[in-house]
């Protein structure tokens, strides 16, 4: 999952894959991919020009990072919820 700017998307347009990372690139951890696996693709994203990079957790917690640190909110989405909830039926 990721989000695009507006000056992003004029850039890229529907270019498949994009050449360089959106701003915002949201994984999510679960049972098939690992915590490790999600370390190393931040990293991967950060290289190809992501300004953030965050986790969905299993519980629905969010962790935030810039290509420094973990954040405690997104600089990007600073309105964003640090846990999302899904309703379930």
Not at 57 to 69: A, L, P, V
Request: charged residues 25%.
């Amino acid at each position: 999952m990721a989000w695009a700017s507006a000056d992003f998307l004029r850039r890229h347009g529907v270019a498949n894959p994009y050449p360089e990372a959106p701003e915002i690139v949201i994984e999510i951890l679960s049972p098939s991919n690992t915590l490790a696996e999600m370390e190393e693709k931040k990293e991967l994203y950060f290289a190809r020009g992501a300004r953030e990079f965050w986790i969905c957790e299993e519980d629905g917690g969010m962790r935030i990072y810039n290509n420094h640190t973990q954040l405690s909110a997104s600089a990007l989405a600073p309105d964003f919820p640090g846990r999302v909830e899904l309703p379930f039926g």
